[in-house]
């Protein structure tokens, strides 16, 4: 059977190391202009803002999206 390999930027990639990468480029006070969400401005970490994107989706999304926009840059 032939190996098809997925067209999805997020398949395998798990929400804490899509956090952990944007977080290591943007840094949290950059992901908080980019992404307006009070996990990112008010006290941040990583597992709090873990918490709150797991319960919210549309923030997830919009967290995912940035990532997905930002993968280019991360290969530099």
Same mark, same amino acid.
Request: glycine share 4%; net charge positive.
């Given at each position: 059977?032939?190996?098809?390999?997925?067209?999805?930027?997020?398949?395998?990639? !798990?929400? *804490? &190391?899509?956090?952990?990468?944007?977080?290591?480029?943007?840094?949290?006070?950059?992901?908080?202009? =980019?992404? /307006?969400?009070?996990?990112?401005?008010?006290?941040?970490?990583?597992?709090?803002?873990? !918490?709150? *994107? &797991?319960?919210?989706?549309?923030?997830?999304?919009?967290?995912?999206?940035?990532?997905?926009?930002? =993968?280019? /840059?991360?290969?530099?």
């Amino acid at each position: 059977m032939e190996n098809l390999k997925s067209k999805d930027p997020l398949h395998g990639t !798990t929400l *804490l &190391r899509i956090l952990e990468q944007l977080v290591d480029y943007y840094g949290f006070d950059t992901l908080g202009e =980019l992404v /307006k969400i009070k996990c990112f401005t008010d006290n941040p970490s990583i597992k709090s803002s873990l !918490t709150f *994107l &797991r319960k919210t989706d549309w923030a997830r999304k919009q967290v995912e999206d940035l990532y997905v926009q930002s =993968l280019s /840059k991360f290969a530099k």
